[in-house]
Nanobody
Framework: QVQLVESGGGSVQAGGSMRLSCATS????????MAWFRQTPGKEREGVAA????????YYAESVKGRFTISQDNAKNTVYLQMDSLLPEDTAMYFC???????????????????WGQGTQVTVSS
């Protein structure tokens, strides 16, 4: 059974950097796209960034453009989210998600993803 395992969360001061990792474990399968979402208590899950694995095309939410970078390492079956110039409003639980098939809707729509990680907490202090 395939699982997504996030790591790299923690606490950092505003202006700092952090890198999240999402490793695929279990039976290897090809995904169409992988994404990072974040969620704070009482709010809906928000799409942060996505990457289409075949084309390596990245997509970002407006709130993180120019600060966050999503990338993949095929050899390690891992997707990364490099977060720079962090702001207190970036504080959230961050989740990795994967979708097997092409199409299905916009990358920001959480319901189109087939597989989710358990989440990793990111806390940015001012």
């Amino acid at each position: 059974q395939v699982q997504l395992v996030e790591s790299g969360g923690g606490s950092v001061q505003a202006g700092g950097s952090m890198r999240l990792s999402c490793a695929t474990s279990g039976i290897t399968e090809a995904f169409n796209r992988m994404a990072w979402f974040r969620q704070t208590p009482g709010k809906e899950r928000e799409g942060v960034a996505a990457i289409y694995l075949a084309s390596n095309a990245p997509y970002y939410a407006e709130s993180v453009k120019g600060r966050f970078t999503i990338s993949q390492d095929n050899a390690k079956n891992t997707v990364y989210l490099q977060m720079d110039s962090l702001l207190p409003e970036d504080t959230a639980m961050y989740f990795c998600a994967a979708r097997r098939d092409a199409g299905g809707g916009s990358w920001v729509e959480s319901h189109i993803y087939n597989l989710w990680g358990q989440g990793t907490q990111v806390t940015v202090s001012s």
